[in-house]
Structure formats: structure tokens, C-alpha cells
């Protein structure tokens, strides 16, 4: 019963979500209609809707991530790396927990490099899409690995760019 309840609360915020954006549409419409109007003004009320939009999906944003993250549960490190005697979560058990629950809430990561001023380093991202339009970009500068445990250079310049 409470999740009927749940759902229909959430049927009705997402009406009055509709309903919002549509009413200042009906007046940038009704103002683009009239010759009189301040192109200025109208351009003005144009940034006003894409703020309201962006305003909007972020907020839907952030609401999925609360819920995608209270679903995600820990991820144990269960394989071995005897070379380091350590322990590590395999990548495939990852996303075997979270790539479903994150899909539901309609989320998606996409991975790629930019410049970075610091030398001898790489500058990986990784933009996490929401369904609705928004997005958040993390990126963190790596150093460049190309030595081996030992600390001697054993890697193409191209081995170490996957190694880092």
C-alpha cells in the first residue's frame, strides 16, 4: 500500500514538473508573437527556460543518485594479486553490482583523457550522464607508470598509458 502510495506521489510531482517548464513556454510563445517585443527581452526569457530546464534536471540528477547509491552495496575484494600479496575487487564483480542498479536510475559513465598542465601525468575522466540531460564530470591527473615493481623502466609509452 505505501508503495501505491509512493508511486502516485511521484506520478503528481512529475505533472507539476511537466506543468512548470510548459507554463513559461506559453509566455516566451505568446511574447515571440508580438512584434513589439525587445528582442533583448526575448532572448532573456529563452536563458531563463534553459536555466529552469538545467535547474530541473539537476535536481532530477541528484534525486536518481541518492536513490542508485542507497541500492549500491559494498563490493568485497575477493581476487589476489600474489605480486603485491593484495587483495583487489575484480572490475567484472563491479559491474555486475552497479552497472544494472545505476541503468534502472538511468544513469551512464563515459570515460576519455584531456591536456593537463602537470607534467609526467595523464588527465583521465569520467562524465557520469543522467537520462534527463545532466551530467557530472570527475577527473583526477595520474602519473604516468612506467616502471615495473622493482622501479625500473619496462613499459612502451603506450603500455604505461594503459598501466596508469
Keep these: 500500500m505505501a508503495e501505491l502510495a509512493t508511486t502516485e506521489r511521484r506520478q503528481e510531482l512529475a505533472t507539476q514538473e511537466d506543468r512548470q517548464p ?6 516566451i510563445a505568446q511574447a515571440a508573437r508580438d512584434p513589439q517585443v525587445d528582442v533583448e527581452k526575448m532572448q532573456a526569457l529563452l536563458q531563463m527556460k534553459r536555466e529552469e530546464e538545467d535547474r530541473d534536471a539537476k535536481r532530477r540528477f541528484n534525486a536518481a543518485f ?3 547509491k542507497g541500492e549500491i552495496k559494498p563490493v568485497f575484494a575477493k581476487e589476489s ?3 603485491t600479496r593484495s587483495k583487489y575487487a ?3 564483480a563491479i559491474a555486475a553490482i552497479v552497472d544494472p542498479i545505476m541503468d534502472k536510475y538511468g544513469f551512464a559513465i563515459t570515460y576519455g583523457t584531456e591536456p593537463t598542465d602537470r607534467d609526467g601525468y595523464y588527465r583521465m575522466t569520467a562524465d557520469l550522464l543522467h537520462e534527463d540531460g545532466h551530467e557530472k564530470r570527475y577527473a583526477a591527473d595520474i ?5 615495473g615493481i622493482q622501479g625500473k623502466v619496462n613499459k612502451t609509452d603506450t603500455h604505461a598509458f594503459g598501466s596508469s
Design 81 to 83: 594479486n600474489d605480486q
Design 90 to 92: 575484480d572490475a567484472k
Design 22 to 27: 510548459m507554463e513559461l513556454m506559453q509566455v
Design 66 to 68: 541518492v536513490r542508485c
Design 143 to 147: 602519473p604516468i607508470d612506467k616502471t
